[in-house]
């Protein structure tokens, strides 16, 4: 051996030892000194390695050149001990320190350099079996960092040398240990997959896995996670289908399952399910799953591991397995198309409507052969807790991705001369006001004041509840500081009466004390900040939420409620008399309250309940907007295609917001895989399947069951959408929701009654024919419930009700005709379970807060009659007739001119216009209580609302879609096409879609605003 240069400590100062290592390593290699020189030192940098994170962290540092000198000596070198200790080396590296360092292995061509030293290696005969390990084992772990690693291995023929190896010494646990860790990795290449599939790997894996064996526990588990990757290929997975692998993996989990009693080995276990998982992506993999009665397996053994919550891994695995195979089944209807067909006076060309008009009767659009389909995408799956499904991308027809498109349009779609038969749409522009009751009765001349005018601004929550937090408080409340106006302005009445005498006092009171300070806010000054920080808020009103435990008798008339008297044609035990006829000429009818007992709060209310000829309901509803009586006479003139003559409860007797807050339902874990499992029984135990119809829209001669403990459902009331129920338990039933008008899609929206409940009981509800990949019911999201037998007890509100409330794909499938053309989908479900406190109740179910067409035009009828004309401008014209017959309510608000003064006037129609429209969407009904709010508000007597009429004039669409809302629908009109859309091109729609009234005047109805050449917001 030849003297070394051994480099002493002092020349290290500014260098570490490793360093130093390094720089004699490269010099020898450009040298080409002998081999026992490199064999030193890299035994050297080894010790180091292994014994000092410092020196790893230093050969991999950004700018090191360590790394390239380990590669090239690795490269170059023809001597074996050198040789295995840079890969020693190696592996210290990759070893420790996560994914970066493999990461700076790969970026310096280390995956190259060592596949090709692993064809060098296996040259030699026999091949050296420490090398083989060394080399396995670092690319196993640097072969995940590199993109290009599975075609840089067939390249090079690495694949058939590591399987060679493998059949070769099956029995040398530790050379086929690494080996088998690198096919994982050789299997994430979809193309090395089938090639190794080819050549017998399968059937090799399955000669290392076997039943229970506290032996070789970790290279049982690396085979299972091989075989796992290598069954994602549809043609290892046909293999091992042929062979009948599907049997053995199931005998081997089951045993498996048996004797590991101190879940040591879970992971195991978990590695064979997941060959199962893999295997079933295919049809005949799950074929096979099902004759081999996995379903059962899988069921049973699950059920043991939900004590145990380690084991919740197998659990979701084995839900996720028996979910895909669970067989698919065809929704119970004889079409997906509505049960209500209304006949289009234009039946579209092309376009969704078309296609199902142009449907032969003969074809099944409620299944097709491609429900089962063969091909399961796998990439898209996600394996959560909440939700196990594959990630649906639809497309959805609603939103526009073409950005020209979404360009606003620059010419208007009808010429000047063809708007003008809109002008009756704005009589405030042409009406001179002599017939009117103005607050000046003698004209004055129009003053202007040299103030340039501030901004209008809008209070929003947070600036009233830190303005003024005793406007917080429960119900009406007027405010104090009403800004009267000019001279006259303590004579001018209210804007909106209201009913208490005591507010009135309070109001006039306040007014004469603050009418000095506000007699100089005119029509044309803004508005004081102070002022708008201290304006109240204008809502329902409620009751105070202490009541609201036990809310007695004499609370009641404490707050001296509306009364509302209900009457029915039927004969009740529990009432002396009722009226045989409840509404005179169309006959409208309610449900049958007056058969069932009336609950309440004490002894005293029973026997005045039981001793009226009446049943009274008292109903608390805030600023006086809902009438029934009105709300009945309104409900005869709405025009729906099932021509209902039923009315709801909820909206006959009103509601008001609930005196307590309702927080967001926290799902308890595990509720998911719970009413998974529950829906796998129907599979495992048919015979506790009850399947018995008790509503069916399609079937107008079928007859409610007269059992008494079947819960009665009902849907045929304004809104109102269910189409069938199915028991299939006792206290279990599945609902499906009726598609929109003319389309075959579109279930979200819910609205329904039920009746005929037990108190105590647990009865649990799915609605099995959702569309959308996920919901909020995931996330605490409640359904609605409104009680009857509450609100007679002075507790007439929407409750968020249901526990175990969980949202996820099913077993129905849903044909490519629903679908869109897309092959293999399903349906989703929405299950939640019910308590109901009252015996025999009427309870009312809903996706969010209804508000219905009828109830819309009771509001407005409200508003008018209770608004003073001499302070505000308020008119309802019709927009148009819709398809159905119903009219389309177009609002206008503004304020009175002051005077009939030819400046005031002027003023007046010079004011720009601000446009608002809602319900565009039928189903989203938070628009409509928005919008209601908007209008009290506009309406108020507050000092914002009266400065912002007094400076636009308010055009208001409230409801852009009345057909969609009377007729339960969730987003398209009668036409099936989504309303939204068509506005995003509103010339084209007037042309394309002249049958469609609400299309055709809307846009028009803009041009003239903006013809007018005032200023127009919307």
């Known amino acids: 051996m030849s003297k070394l ?18 720089a004699q390593l490269e010099k020898i290699n450009t040298e080409s000194s002998e081999s026992d020189t490199a064999r030193y030192v890299t035994s050297k940098i080894l010790h180091l390695a292994q014994s000092q994170e410092k020196t790893r962290r230093e050969m991999t540092a950004k700018g090191s050149t360590g790394m390239e000198v380990l590669l090239s000596t690795l490269e170059n070198t023809k001597d074996l001990q050198t040789t295995l200790n840079i890969l020693s080396i190696l592996v210290e590296l990759v070893s420790a320190g996560g994914g970066r360092r493999a990461s700076f292995l790969v970026t310096k061509g280390g995956s190259q350099i060592l596949l090709q030293l692993l064809v060098n290696a296996s040259k030699e005969s026999p091949p050296n079996e420490e090398l083989m390990v060394q080399i396995h084992s670092i690319l196993a772990k640097i072969g995940p960092k590199d993109k290009k690693f599975g075609v840089k291995a067939r390249i090079n023929g690495a694949l058939t040398i590591t399987l060679n190896l493998v059949k070769q010494n099956l029995q040398n646990h530790r050379l086929v240990l690494p080996c088998l860790q690198l096919l994982r990795v050789y299997s994430a290449n979809s193309v090395n997959s089938v090639s190794l599939g080819k050549n017998g790997v399968v059937e090799l894996l399955f000669k290392i896995i076997g039943p229970f064996s506290k032996k070789n526990s970790g290279l049982m588990k690396v085979a299972l996670d091989t075989l796992a990757a290598l069954l994602k290929s549809k043609t290892n997975a046909r293999r091992a289908v042929d062979r009948g692998y599907v049997q053995v993996l199931l005998t081997i989990y089951v045993d498996w399952h048996r004797h590991d009693n101190r879940h040591r080995n879970m992971l195991i276990r978990k590695g064979i399910l997941q060959s199962l998982k893999s295997v079933t992506n295919i049809k005949l993999g799950r074929k096979a799953f099902i004759d081999a009665n996995g379903m059962k397996i899988l069921y049973n053994t699950s059920q043991e591991c939900l004590a145990v919550r380690t084991l919740d891994p197998l659990v979701n695995t084995s839900s996720l397995i028996m979910r895909k195979c669970f067989p698919k089944n065809r929704l119970p209807l004889p079409t997906i198309k509505s049960s209500f067909h209304f006949q289009l006076p234009v039946i579209p060309v092309t376009g969704p409507v078309a296609q199902l008009y142009s449907l032969p009767p003969e074809v099944d659009d409620v299944v097709d052969e491609s429900d089962d389909n063969d091909d399961i995408d796998l990439e898209a799956e996600n394996e959560t807790e909440n939700e196990d499904d594959v990630d649906q991308n639809f497309k959805n027809d609603d939103i526009e991705t073409d950005i020209n498109k979404l360009k606003p349009q620059q010419e208007p779609g009808r010429t000047i001369e063809e708007l003008k038969m809109y002008e009756h749409l704005f009589p405030e522009l042409v009406d001179d006001f002599q017939d009117y009751d103005l607050i000046s009765k003698e004209p004055k001349p129009f003053v202007f004041e040299g103030k340039v005018r501030g901004p209008i601004v809008v209070p929003t929550a947070g600036e009233e509840a830190s303005g003024n937090p005793g406007n917080l408080k429960k ?416 609002v206008t608000i503004t304020a009175m001119p002051e005077s009939n003064y030819y400046e005031h006037i002027c003023q007046f129609r010079n004011r720009p216009y601000v446009f608002l429209s809602a319900r565009v969407h039928p189903g989203e009904t938070n628009a409509s209580w928005v919008m209601k709010g908007t209008l009290e508000y506009l309406m108020s007597n507050n000092p914002t609302a009266q400065s912002l009429r007094e400076s636009y004039i308010f055009k208001i669409v409230p409801m852009l879609n009345p057909d969609g809302v009377i007729n339960g629908k969730f987003i398209v009109i009668i036409m099936a096409i989504p309303e939204r859309r068509m506005y995003l091109c509103m010339a084209a729609a007037s042309k394309r879609l002249y049958g469609i009234p609400v299309i055709m005047q809307l846009p028009a109805m803009l041009w003239k605003m903006e013809d007018t050449g005032l200023c127009l917001r919307y």
């Open 475 to 890: 119900g009406v409340v007027r405010n104090a500081n009403v800004s009267p106006k000019g001279e006259e302005g303590d004579k001018k009445p209210t804007c909106m009466d209201v009913a208490k005498e005591d507010i009135k006092n309070n109001d006039r009171t306040s007014q004469q004390q603050l009418g000095d300070q506000n007699r100089t806010i005119t029509s044309t000054q803004g508005v004081n900040n102070d002022i708008v920080k201290a304006l109240d808020r204008i809502t329902l009103q409620n009751i105070p939420s202490q009541t609201a435990p036990g809310f007695t008798a004499g609370a009641k008339k404490d707050y001296n409620l509306p009364l509302t008297v209900l009457t029915c044609t039927k004969a009740c035990p529990h009432m002396a008399a009722c009226g045989n006829v409840l509404f005179e000429g169309r006959t409208v009818q309610l449900g049958k309250l007056c058969c069932t007992g009336v609950e309440t709060e004490d002894d005293e209310d029973t026997e005045s309940v039981s001793s009226v000829e009446q049943a009274s309901v008292e109903v608390s509803d805030g600023p006086t907007l809902h009438d029934s009586d009105l709300y009945i006479e309104i409900v005869k003139n709405t025009k729906s295609v099932p021509e209902y003559s039923e009315v709801a409860y909820p909206d006959y007797f009103g509601h008001i917001p609930p005196p307590f807050k309702e927080p967001i339902l926290e799902r308890p874990y595990g509720v998911q895989r719970t009413k998974i499992a529950q829906d796998i029984e129907r599979l495992i135990h048919q015979s506790d399947i009850i399947d018995r119809v008790v509503y069916d829209l399609d079937n107008p001669n079928y007859t409610i069951p007269e059992e008494g403990d079947i819960l009665k459902f009902n849907s045929k009331f304004e809104s109102g959408n269910l189409r069938k129920v199915i028991q299939i338990r006792k206290n279990e039933y599945d609902l499906i929701l009726n598609s929109d008008i003319n389309s075959n899609h579109y279930h979200q929206w819910f609205y329904f009654e039920v009746s005929g409940m037990r108190p105590g009981v647990a009865y649990r509800f799915n609605i099995i024919n959702c569309e959308k990949s996920n919901s909020q019911f995931n996330y605490g999201m409640q359904p609605l419930m409104y009680s009857v037998q509450e609100a007679l007890n002075a507790r007439p509100w929407w409750i968020r009700v249901g526990t175990d409330i969980c949202y996820y794909k099913n077993h129905f499938s849903r044909s490519s005709v629903a679908a869109g053309g897309q092959k293999g989908k399903s349906y989703y479900t929405i299950t939640f379970t019910v308590n109901f406190p009252h015996k025999d109740d009427v309870c009312y179910f809903a996706y969010h807060y209804p508000y219905t067409y009828s109830t819309l035009q009771m509001h407005l009828q409200k508003l008018e009659s209770a608004h003073n004309p001499q302070q505000i401008y308020f008119r309802k014209d019709v927009l148009c007739e819709t398809l159905s017959g119903n009219t389309c309510p177009l």
């Open 5 to 22: 240069k051994v480099i002493s400590e002092k020349s290290l100062s500014n260098n570490s030892r490793v360093v130093g290592l390094l």
